[in-house]
């Protein structure tokens, strides 16, 4: 009888094996194309659970599949470039789950259960199976040029500070004109001592030592 027990135990082993392989199965969809229901054209990476398995889209057809994906919970990602996906969480029922939601009225669980979050923390979707997953928005690289605005040029401080010298060069001889000759002649001598440093100083020294 002891012969026998360890060729018992491999069949025991092979059987289970068996039973397992019989309860995976496959997680097929297909990728579409923004705002229609074609498929996207372009070979895109999709993983499950954080890249534990990895599959490549068709670029034909957009389609997918994941081979013998064993029974629990997955998560499945789309890995674009130029699009952005939902995460979908996979639920792949085992032959003992199927005989008992079968058992309990509900309905046929033959596929896997799907549900889709549009983006982390969103709230979630059931979806159905297989999968049609649509992008939700275009990822933006560069920001778009802006184009010519004069308000853009009046927000620049050098062109705010020419704009006022021309309007002093058009106004100050107008000013000038309703002064006293004595005023004017010491306004100009402090215009003339403003574009020489040097006099400048010295009107100010003296001013001091006065």
């Avoid at 040029?153 to 107008?174: D, T, W």
């Amino acid at each position: 009888m002891m012969m026998f027990l360890p060729v018992l135990l491999i069949v025991a082993c092979l059987f289970n094996n068996v039973n397992a392989a019989n309860s995976n199965g496959n997680i097929e969809g297909v990728l579409l194309a923004p705002n229609s229901e074609s498929p996207l054209l372009n070979s895109t990476k999709i993983s499950l659970n954080d890249g534990d398995r990895i599959t490549y889209s068709k670029a034909t057809d957009g389609s997918f599949v994941f081979y013998d994906v064993p029974p629990g919970i997955h998560l499945l990602d789309v890995h674009s470039h130029t699009f952005q996906y939902s995460q979908v969480k996979i639920q792949m029922l085992s032959e003992d789950e199927i005989v008992d939601s079968k058992d309990d009225d509900e309905g046929d669980q033959q596929s896997p259960r799907c549900i889709e979050y549009i983006y982390p923390g969103a709230p979630k979707r059931v979806v159905g199976y297989p999968l049609k997953l649509k992008p939700h928005a275009t990822y933006q690289y560069f920001e778009k040029k802006k184009g010519f605005s004069v308000l853009s040029i009046l927000s620049n401080p050098m062109a705010l500070m020419m704009v006022f010298s021309m309007g002093m060069m058009f106004l100050m001889p107008k000013l000038m004109e309703g002064m006293d000759p004595e005023e004017r002649a010491q306004m100009q001598k402090q215009m003339q001592a403003q574009q020489d440093p040097s006099k400048m100083l010295s009107n100010l020294w003296s001013d001091i030592s006065s």
